[in-house]
Nanobody, 116 residues
Framework: QVQLVESGGGLVQTGGSLRLSCAAS????????MGWFRQGPGKEREFVAA????????YYTDSVKGRFTISRDNAKNAVYLQMNSLKPEDTGVYYC?????????WGEGTLVTVSS
């Protein structure tokens, strides 16, 4: 059973920063592209960012380009999301998963709340 455990969320003011982490139990972690996804209040879960298996390529949803940076450390089976210049609309539960996501891999997520 693969486990993905997200951490690093919290309450931050508009313009602040947070760094999210995702720890994967999967021993084949380094073989797959990984992504971050989020679900805002009353919204569907949406794609935020993804990174390829080697870390050499990344892409982002338009609303976070220039503010968020995804990275990974395959030696640690970890993926990260550095979030800067946070906005209230970034509020939500953030999840990591493979990209494209596997339905059976969703974890608990980590809550990010951006106050105005």
């Amino acid at each position: 059973q693969v486990q993905l455990v997200e951490s690093g969320g919290g309450l931050v003011q508009t313009g602040g920063s947070l760094r999210l982490s995702c720890a994967a139990s999967e021993h084949t972690f380094s073989s797959y592209a990984m992504g971050w996804f989020r679900q805002g209040p009353g919204k569907e879960r949406e794609f935020v960012a993804a990174i390829n298996w080697s870390g050499g390529g990344a892409y982002y949803t338009d609303s976070v380009k220039g503010r968020f940076t995804i990275s990974r450390d395959n030696a640690k089976n970890a993926v990260y999301l550095q979030m800067n210049s946070l906005k209230p609309e970034d509020t939500g539960v953030y999840y990591c998963n493979r990209n494209p996501p596997r339905p059976d891999y969703w974890g608990e997520g980590t809550l990010v709340t951006v106050s105005s």
